[in-house]
């Protein structure tokens, strides 16, 4: 079948399918919803997602294929063909993908591949390798500047483009147990730990410059703006100052939530959650400055695997293959 003539669009008043809760912890009264959502059916099961230049890239598992979906219409522009399951991240010219290698487990082995988001061809490929007699793996990816970093179990790999080759390895010290995630920005790299530690790197030398202890475990850091960290962590999300040290704000959302910075003025965090007593998904944006709701709502859906904010929309795609496009607030 031509998944470009299988996609179903459906339109619907976002009102009438949005629930008019909020999540916990949030004010009682007075939260705007959605104003539109349409449900795309691109898959029959999705991973990673990512946002780039308006557009939405996301892993169709069951087909292995990465998938580019217009960010006007929601059609399919085009299907590559992957190893396994996937991680991303889109730089200035390019869409990055990490795979998996056909492999079971969390750990990605690679290669990483550099996709032209124009012609949809690979344009390189880069090999994980091996370190100490044991294969080097990866969780994800994060393109920052003209590098592109892979980060995993134990390590954090510094990608050249135009050398095609790894030319940095920071190494993570077994204490802190595995990495839980990572986000950069400018200079500076900041990692999760299993032991609830964020760890502040230099990114040009590879040096640790701090490190902050969190009372939750497993933080996973999803983006970096100022001195400010966010990250989530088993249903919560929040904000650390990595100036001070301290947790600017945190909140609960249920057993799980993933996030994404969003794009423009407005400085939103939109985070995807799932809640034992709630009859579907929720999306919620948040404050960055100070965490709080400014809409939040149910999705017809269960099963969120990722979420990405651009062009005034926002995507959350699931584990049964559902691509809901939402457009919250007024042009």
Do not use: C
């Amino acid at each position: 079948m031509d998944l470009r003539r299988s996609v179903v669009v459906v339109a619907v008043a976002a009102l009438s399918i949005v629930g008019a809760g909020v999540p916990p912890g949030g004010p009682t009264d007075g939260v705007p919803h959605p104003r539109r959502l349409v449900v795309l059916h691109p898959a029959d099961q999705l991973g990673a997602m990512i946002a780039a230049s308006g557009d939405v890239w996301v892993d169709d598992r069951a087909r292995e294929r990465l998938l580019h979906i217009d960010g006007a219409s929601g059609r399919v522009r085009a299907e590559i063909p992957v190893n396994g399951r996937i991680a991303l991240a889109a730089g200035p010219r390019a869409v990055w993908v990490l795979e998996s290698g056909g492999e079971y487990g969390a750990g990605l082995r690679g290669p990483l591949l550099r996709v032209d988001p124009r012609t949809h061809r690979v344009r390189a490929r880069v090999a994980l390798g091996r370190e100490v007699g044991r294969p080097v793996l990866g969780f994800g990816v994060q393109a920052l500047g003209p590098d592109v970093w892979i980060w995993g179990p134990r390590d954090i790999l510094r990608v050249d483009p135009g050398a095609r080759r790894i030319t940095q390895r920071i190494a993570i010290e077994d204490r802190h147990g595995e990495l839980t995630g990572f986000a950069g920005a400018g200079n500076r790299l900041v990692a999760g730990t299993a032991d609830g530690h964020l760890l502040i790197f230099d990114a040009r030398t590879g040096r640790r410059t701090g490190a902050t202890s969190l009372t939750i475990r497993k933080p996973a850091p999803r983006a970096i703006a100022g001195s400010r960290v966010l990250f989530t962590a088993s249903g919560a999300v929040g904000v650390v100052d990595l100036a001070s040290g301290r947790l600017s704000w945190q909140r609960r959302l249920g057993f799980r939530a993933g996030a994404s910075a969003g794009a423009g003025r407005r400085g939103l965090v939109w985070i995807h959650s799932a809640a034992a007593n709630e009859r579907g998904d929720r999306v919620t944006a948040l404050r960055l400055a100070d965490g709080r709701v400014v809409t939040s709502g149910i999705l017809p859906a269960f099963g969120s695997t990722g979420i990405a904010a651009a062009a005034g929309r926002v995507w959350v795609g699931t584990a049964g293959g559902a691509l809901l496009m939402l457009t919250p607030f007024p042009a």
